[in-house]
């Protein structure tokens, strides 16, 4: 592996979420993966101390207006998440971050070429492929994983009061 540019980027969405194709016109993506942080600091602590809390998986798309490439505007219209994929560098197409995710997008229409632009929100697992993940990091995340399937009722269930 080496440090490569984002010239060769992409970003591929399927509203039905089983295969993506590229979204055409786009430039630009962000992920923003943190975790929120739980203050549990206590009497007598000589400094904050926190516990993590839950992941939270969202970023932006742009691009530019294509009339033959509307896919972010019709996923704005949708009321499920479809698949999203967003990758660094296409050259090393399984290094990637996957999974269902709500788009909403906005354009800005100027004397210059109208840009598009647009919010992703992780509706689901939004992870990492492609082995970049240690041993510790994907065990992390397989726990993570785990328990959010222990704590999510069954279908048909009702979620616990």
Known sequence: MAIKTGRYGQVKWDPAGTTPVLLISLNAWTGDFKTEMEDVTCFGDVNRVYIPGMKDAKGTIGGFWN??????????????????????????????????????????????????????????????????????????????????????????????A
């Not at 290094?95 to 647009?118: C, E, N, R």
């Not at 726990?143 to 616990?160: C, I, M, V, W």
């Open 67 to 160: 009339s033959a490439n509307i896919e972010i505007f019709e996923a704005a219209e949708m009321e499920t998440p479809g698949l999203l994929e967003l990758i660094p560098n296409s050259t090393e197409p399984t290094f990637l971050w996957s999974g269902p995710a709500y788009l909403d997008a906005s354009i800005d229409a100027s004397l210059q070429a109208p840009k598009v632009s647009g919010t992703w929100t992780a509706a689901g697992p939004f992870l990492i492929e492609g082995g970049a993940l240690t041993m510790a990091a994907r065990e992390a995340r397989q726990r993570r994983l785990d328990q959010q399937q222990r704590e999510r009722p069954a279908e048909g269930e009702q979620p616990a």
